[in-house]
């Protein structure tokens, strides 16, 4: 069993080896030679394995990952097995029945980026580099310097200063990244960490290092196989730097290909709105992405202006009949109450999945009676700033409604009987 990477633009083929790019400028994919025989029930069988490999949600599809990587280097927390809830109060929202939510919030760091960082990671230490960097909104940073601790890697950050989440800020630091501040958005220090990386021979685990995406395509094998192989109608999922939207169509066209599934789950790529290039793009029916260098929106998951993966993630809108919509701040945040008093929870660029199935069900592209699975990508604590605000009315051009600032009293019964209002 073989891997290579091929460019996206040129199809030119590549080893394995430390490069992320094409000659030509393109972004890579893996291509692996899978082998004959590959069944549901292989995978099937091992899900509750006390392996400390097989036991992980994304190496237990390895076959479909990196079959040709030793075991000795896989790091992995382990990450994946995520739950797939239903909620009759979420459904409700959504104004369908028929609607599950897949939360990658669950993974070790809080959000999804653990099932490519698991891949990338495992390959750094398969191709013998020491130091390893990423830019970040904030989730890729957290999940990078985790692994990278338990790698015994160096790691390096760039995040646009100022922009990024306590949460995930306070994370970062504490597993022991360096973290660059850069004076400007992510974009900008995306394109420094691109430069640095040439320059300084840093090995990159942004998504446009093609191992991210292999790992990434796990949520949509684990979401399936919990759905006993038979896929939803929709998979809608929050779209930034646009990796997952990659990951989601290569793994339907793999499982396709494989005789794994049936027939492709549409996917839906919900951006925000003055975070938008992928959606102007789709709707204009434009071949090139025009990028937005004031990208603005609450969720800071996805405030991202230039994404880097946008062809990847165009072919699988179009592979799988899929749609682009953009939600603006007020249905995200509003969405992401209704997840939290579900008793779910999620960070606010999860939650413009569910504002986006909303969105797509209220104008009719998704029917009452088809199956809806909304990825939620981050944990509820990933943001707490941006919750606290809401519920105290103090979110900058956010209507809250619903109130709900803590309560201050003196140490007495009165006071509590008052407040309480018993």
């Known amino acids: 069993m073989s891997s290579i990477f091929r460019c996206i633009d040129c199809g030119k083929s590549y080893p394995l080896e430390v490069k992320t790019k094409c000659e030509c400028g393109g972004l890579f994919e893996v291509k692996h030679e899978f082998r004959e025989g590959i069944r549901r029930d292989i995978f099937d069988k091992r899900v509750g394995s006390p392996n400390p490999i097989i036991k992980s949600g994304v190496w237990r599809f390895k076959e479909l990952v990196y079959p040709g990587l030793d075991n000795n280097h896989i790091i992995t927390k382990p990450e994946g097995n995520t739950n797939l809830y239903t909620s009759k109060l979420i459904s409700s929202f959504v104004g369908t029945p028929n609607l599950y939510l897949k939360h990658e919030g669950e993974n070790p760091t809080g959000s999804f980026k653990d099932r490519g960082m698991t891949v990338g990671v495992s390959e750094a230490k398969r191709l013998g580099v020491n130091?390893?960097?990423?830019?970040?909104?904030?989730?890729?940073?957290?999940?990078?310097?985790?692994?990278?601790?338990?790698?015994?890697l160096k790691c390096i950050v760039f995040v646009p200063e100022g922009r990024i989440a306590y949460g995930k800020l306070a994370q970062t630091l504490a597993y022991g990244a360096t973290m660059i501040q850069v004076k400007g958005s992510f974009d900008d220090a995306m394109s420094l960490v691109q430069q640095a990386s040439e320059e300084l021979g840093i090995y990159l685990l942004n998504s446009i290092n093609p191992w991210r995406i292999e790992g990434q395509k796990t949520i949509v094998f684990d979401l399936i196989q919990q759905l006993n192989w038979k896929p939803p109608d929709w998979i809608i999922l929050p779209a930034g730097n646009l990796g997952n939207t990659s990951a989601f169509g290569k793994a339907l066209t793999e499982l396709e290909e494989l005789d794994l599934i049936d027939e492709k789950p549409r996917l839906a790529a919900i951006q925000a709105e003055c975070a938008d290039p992928f959606y102007r793009l789709w709707s204009t029916g434009s071949s090139l992405l025009e990028p937005n260098s004031e990208a603005k929106t609450v969720a800071s998951a996805i405030r991202i202006g230039n994404p880097?993966?946008?062809?990847?993630?165009?072919?699988?809108?179009?592979?799988?009949?899929?749609?682009?919509?953009h939600v603006s701040d007020q249905e995200i945040m509003d969405s992401k109450i209704v997840v939290d008093r579900s008793g779910i929870g999620c960070e606010p660029a999860s939650a413009a999945s569910v504002a986006g199935a909303k969105r797509l069900f209220d104008s009719g592209v998704i029917d009452k009676g088809e199956k809806i699975v909304c990825v939620l990508t981050g944990n509820i604590l990933k943001d707490p700033d941006s919750t606290i605000r809401y519920f105290e009315g103090d979110l900058p051009g956010i209507k809250s409604n619903i109130i709900n600032s803590s309560k201050i009293v003196e140490p007495s019964m009165r006071d509590i009987r008052k407040t309480l209002e018993l």
């Open 131 to 152: 130091i390893v960097a990423c830019a970040s909104t904030g989730n890729t940073s957290s999940s990078l310097a985790s692994y990278a601790a338990i790698a015994d």
């Open 308 to 325: 880097v993966n946008w062809k990847k993630a165009l072919s699988a809108i179009k592979n799988t009949n899929g749609v682009v919509e």
